[in-house]
């Protein structure tokens, strides 16, 4: 932290309605924010409670007035700045993001502008949210339909994605005229108040968006779920814990969109160029140490040339270098905990157990110059088969199980073959292929001849039970918007 060009962005205490709220150092009102590299602690941190999210909610509630008042270019103004701030401060925002969550430093920057551009991106989607105008049944009326912004919106995000995640959501719900509360992970605050500090310093009012930080993730849950002053709840993390989520916001009738987990296909067929097939591989499962929703679960090669693409592929994963990610050189950070390690582990193990073949890695790394309980080595597993631990559960981990399929319907049934349907990716050549398979995959997003999918103008999102809602694009406005007809009587 002291290598920080501007240190006035690390920040910690919750930013609820243009303050930061100073919880004091009493009565466990702290609790400590680790680097998963060295298992430092980093900063210790105000525990906000549920009295704490309340008063974000009541600040969004009361600016939100004000700032669906503005037009959509002042908003767009305001967006900009911030966004413009966030790129200024990339290299900050990438070493915080770095210290707190553990991903390669080169990466995390990459996140930053990647959270950035849905900001960009939104403030000028902001601008085209159109009505209709429908032709009426009878000569002595009109009907118009508007749109209008649902309101308070609140939000969970997940560790993976400390950035990214929160810019997603926040950037459409500011854009649509709604305000925002958001609690993020407790392993990695930091990067959400950095934001908040940029964003007032954008100009964005007080109490439009609003940063809790505590370790009562029930009890904070409850309020931005069932407050009946929250309009909107949006939520990225693991299935099982948005089904409680939904249920909870069932109780007040709220708008709701998931992003869930993901059991993603990676498919290579014989004609695919195979060299290709393996540079996209390594990108989608190994980066952010295989701790990402969209990233490869299963690889799934046709018989043809599944010997030639697994020597590849596991000679290009040899090289990856694992360690801190402030290290030069570094692929592969951290695991968020040693928990998650041991999780990991017990999928590998267990697949081993029931007929799969270790290629590469398989144990904890050994890692210079750092505590090693949060370090996976890249590993490999062939002779999987689709229903073994590690190919029918979402591995969260630096893994790769490769599966031999015969035929392409095969790869289908087996691509689908599971709960999940949020991303998929294929490599193919024969057109035909291409568009029957893209088209029978039970997914929302599916990577042509492509292992990195996401970006702003595209909208993100799976189906199934990997959620609903898309985030980016121009659909992604849409969750944040309400539709509203006025039938206009009389004219006659």
């Not at 040339?305 to 090289?319: G, Y």
Request: aromatic content about 8%; overall charge negative; some cysteine.
């Amino acid at each position: 932290m002291d290598k920080l060009n501007d240190k006035s962005l690390l920040k910690q205490h919750s930013y609820i309605n243009g303050q930061w709220l100073n919880k004091g150092k009493v009565d466990n009102a702290e609790f400590s924010v680790v680097n998963p590299a060295t298992n430092e602690v980093l900063i210790k941190v105000s525990n906000a409670g549920v009295a704490d999210a309340e008063l974000a909610v009541k600040a969004a509630k009361g600016a939100l007035k004000g700032w669906s008042s503005k037009s959509a270019n002042e908003r767009a103004v305001l967006l900009r700045n911030w966004f413009n701030l966030m790129m200024q401060h990339q290299d900050d925002l990438g070493r915080i993001l770095t210290l707190e969550q553990g991903k390669p430093l080169a990466e995390a920057k990459g996140e930053i502008a990647y959270g950035a551009s849905f900001i960009e991106w939104f403030a000028e989607e902001g601008k085209r949210v159109y009505g209709d105008t429908i032709p009426a049944p009878s000569s002595d009326k009109r009907i118009i339909v508007i749109k209008q912004p649902v309101g308070v919106v609140a939000s969970i995000t997940p560790w993976n994605f400390p950035n990214a995640m929160i810019a997603r959501k926040a950037a459409a719900a500011l854009a649509a005229g709604c305000t925002f509360v958001g609690r993020p992970a407790t392993q990695t605050p930091l990067s959400a108040l950095a934001m908040a500090e940029l964003a007032e310093r954008a100009g964005i009012p007080a109490g439009v968006f609003n940063i809790v930080i505590g370790e009562d993730a029930k009890g904070i849950g409850k309020v931005l779920t069932q407050h009946p002053d929250v309009a909107k709840f949006t939520f990225t993390g693991s299935t099982a814990v948005g089904k409680t989520l939904i249920a909870q916001c069932a109780t007040s009738v709220k708008k709701v969109s998931m992003e869930l987990g993901g059991n993603a296909p990676f498919i290579v067929f014989n004609d695919a160029d195979i060299d290709a097939a393996v540079e996209g591989a390594v990108l989608s499962k190994y980066r952010n140490a295989g701790q990402t929703c969209v990233c490869t679960n299963r690889i799934l090669v046709q018989q043809g040339i599944a010997r030639e693409f697994t020597e590849k592929f596991t000679a290009a994963v040899a090289k990856l270098v694992t360690g801190n990610g402030l290290t030069d050189g570094v692929f592969i950070g951290p695991m968020i905990s040693s928990s998650a390690v041991d999780n990991v582990n017990k999928l590998v193990q267990d697949s081993i157990n029931a007929g799969a073949k270790l290629e590469l890695g398989g144990a904890k790394a050994q890692v210079v110059d750092g505590v090693t309980n949060n370090f996976y080595q890249p590993t490999i597993l062939s002779q999987v088969t689709n229903d073994m631990p590690i190919a029918a559960n979402e591995i969260f981990g630096p893994v790769s199980p490769i599966i031999s399929f015969e035929t392409e319907q095969d790869a289908i049934n087996m691509a689908n073959d599971t709960e999940y349907g949020l991303a998929a990716y294929f490599y193919a050549r024969d057109i035909g292929v291409i568009w029957r398979v893209a088209e029978g995959l039970e997914y929302g997003m599916v990577g042509i001849n492509e292992g990195l999918i996401s970006n702003a103008a595209a909208p993100f999102g799976g189906v199934k039970q990997s959620g609903s809602g898309r985030e980016g694009s121009k659909y992604g406005l849409d969750d944040y918007l309400e539709t509203k007809y006025l039938c206009m009587g009389g004219l006659d």
